[in-house]
């Protein structure tokens, strides 16, 4: 005879993938906020002309290019996967919702930065 086991497991993956692009942004912030916002030595700022970025508009630039699109690209997934799971009852997952929320205020931020700084 064999027994059948049943497995009570339950969906971790978005949530992983979530905390994972939190401390992403938490590992972000920590070199943005650390970083001198001027180059050693009276090298010239900014790009071209053999100038170079400064270490904290470095650290923007990558979070541009890399981090943001990223971001919005699991917040898309994970949010989909979040709202069909909530809607057909399955109401475990709210950790992944509050930190889906977060990481969304956290992207809405940085937006409105963006574009407060580019008028």
Same mark, same amino acid.
Do not use: K
């Given at each position: 005879?064999?027994?059948?086991?049943?497995?009570?497991?339950?969906?971790?993956?978005? #949530?992983?993938?979530?905390?994972?692009?939190?401390?992403?942004?938490?590992?972000?912030?920590?070199?943005?906020?650390?970083?001198?916002?001027?180059?050693?030595?009276?090298?010239?700022?900014?790009?071209?002309?053999?100038?170079? #970025?400064?270490?904290?508009?470095?650290?923007?630039?990558?979070?541009?290019?890399?981090?943001?699109?990223?971001?919005?690209?699991?917040? #898309?997934?994970?949010?989909?996967?979040?709202?069909?799971?909530?809607?057909?009852?399955?109401?475990?997952?709210?950790?992944?919702?509050?930190?889906?929320?977060?990481?969304?205020?956290?992207?809405?931020?940085?937006?409105?930065?963006?574009?407060?700084?580019?008028?």
């Amino acid at each position: 005879m064999s027994t059948h086991m049943q497995a009570s497991r339950r969906p971790r993956g978005s #949530l992983i993938v979530l905390v994972c692009l939190a401390l992403l942004w938490v590992a972000w912030a920590a070199w943005y906020f650390l970083a001198p916002d001027s180059n050693a030595n009276g090298q010239c700022e900014g790009l071209g002309f053999g100038c170079t #970025l400064t270490p904290r508009d470095l650290a923007t630039f990558a979070g541009t290019i890399a981090l943001g699109p990223m971001t919005g690209l699991v917040l #898309l997934v994970t949010g989909a996967v979040r709202i069909v799971r909530v809607s057909a009852g399955s109401w475990r997952t709210i950790w992944d919702v509050i930190v889906w929320s977060l990481l969304s205020l956290a992207v809405a931020a940085v937006a409105a930065g963006t574009l407060a700084g580019a008028f």
